[in-house]
């Protein structure tokens, strides 16, 4: 079958390659002009199928009123919320009863579970180089309520399967060797199965591999969808139309005015997010993989010559102006943990803000959409990176008419229209 992609962000390009594996010839369309340029360009680089979780947590306002107390909370809402923001909010509130939270958090991990495999099954077939490393994620606690509200969250791992090892101060420095310990850390939970890697970089790498595989990929180009008697017949681009048997949107926070046209409305929101990319040697100077610490919910990831630290979530609709104020926790968290990366490389950080895909569910939207060779590969909000593999190889899956190899939820009625 010809299949067109729109979006070459990592799960485009995941997408993609499984569909290129499963013997489909492969266009994709890129509105930039190159891939990861968006979302997936400079993410907190964590693969965590065990830190995944929805955001819409049981007492949830309860949590926000708790962190907008204390000053410090991960959650921003940095502008008047309009009708998009506000029936966003509407929804995350109502998935946030426990049968809810729990039901999509065993999902997601075991998406991302599935997805992390897919990445090291890709590894080991391909020479592809991405500064991976597979030494876990270790959160991070200041605060012993942190260790105890925790153990909720570790309850889940176990019986999702999931390893952990609850590590004291002396078990922080032998893991974290360069971490400095008189900076109010008290402990963490050493999450082993996790891995780290820069998703930009993956990317490229993975395009690639496509590319030599004959997928046709166009940077530059916005694509929009032509529907033909119930199913869509073509993707126009600026300059030309291409003919397709069938569609995958991996559209992220565009996903939404590619599907407007046909009455459908996938429930994705921009939370839009902060990092700092600094040059420092991490092996010497930073993490030695990843850290998650909790006071500033805040990730440092080592990208070997370079030390990525990412956070924040401000809801601000489409808006990617860069805010100092934003990036104060950031530098906050690192001057905290890594003293001795030098006021020098802390300076000439480079600053970087993108637009995380969320549902208010927190699971991303993987599926056929109402139109009958439409698929949806979108909503990955904070765990693109981690669930990308995973999602394209079921994308894939459904396009060739086979199951997917994980259970998928019900996508919203939004997305089936009408007629389901
Ligand atoms: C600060 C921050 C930290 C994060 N940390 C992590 C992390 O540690 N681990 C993790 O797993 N995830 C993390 N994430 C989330 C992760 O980066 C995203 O979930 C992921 O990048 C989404 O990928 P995507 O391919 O769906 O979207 P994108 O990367 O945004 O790609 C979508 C692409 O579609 C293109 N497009 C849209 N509309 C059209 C159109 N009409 N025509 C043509 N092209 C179009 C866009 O140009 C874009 O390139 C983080 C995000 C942020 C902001």
Known sequence: ???????????????????????????????????????????AAQISPALSAPW??????????????????????????DREMARWLWQMYKASSPEQYLASKRYMVTLAEYSRDRLAELRSEEPIDYFGRQLGTMVLFRDPRQKTAYEKDLKVLDTLGVLYEPVDKAGLARYEPNINLRGGAI??????????????????????????????????????????????????????????????????VGTNRLLSPFGLRAPIYPMKGYSLTIVADSDELGPRSTISDETYKVGLTNLGDRVRVGGTAELAGYDLALSERRFGTLFKAVQNLFPRISAEALSSARRWTGLRPMTPQGPPLVGAVRLRNLFINSGHGTLGWTMACGSGKIVADLVSGKASEVALPRLPQSLLGSSA
């Open 1 to 43: 079958m010809r299949v067109v992609v729109v979006g070459a962000g990592v799960v485009g390009i995941a997408s993609a390659w499984y569909l290129s594996k499963a013997g489909h010839d492969v266009d994709v369309i890129e509105h930039r002009d190159g891939p990861a340029l968006e979302t997936s360009f400079a993410n």
């Open 56 to 81: 819409a947590v049981p007492g949830l306002l309860r949590k926000v009123l708790g962190w907008w107390a204390a000053g410090n909370s991960p959650l921003v809402i940095g502008k008047l919320p």
């Open 187 to 252: 402990g963490g939970v050493l999450l082993p199965g996790d891995e780290t890697g820069d998703c930009h970089r993956f990317t490229q790498e993975l395009a690639a591999l496509c590319t030599k595989r004959g997928v046709r990929i166009r940077y530059g180009s916005a694509a929009e969808l032509v529907e033909s008697g119930g199913r869509i017949s073509a993707v126009r681009t600026a300059g030309e139309e291409i003919a397709t048997d069938a569609a995958v949107l991996a559209t992220g």
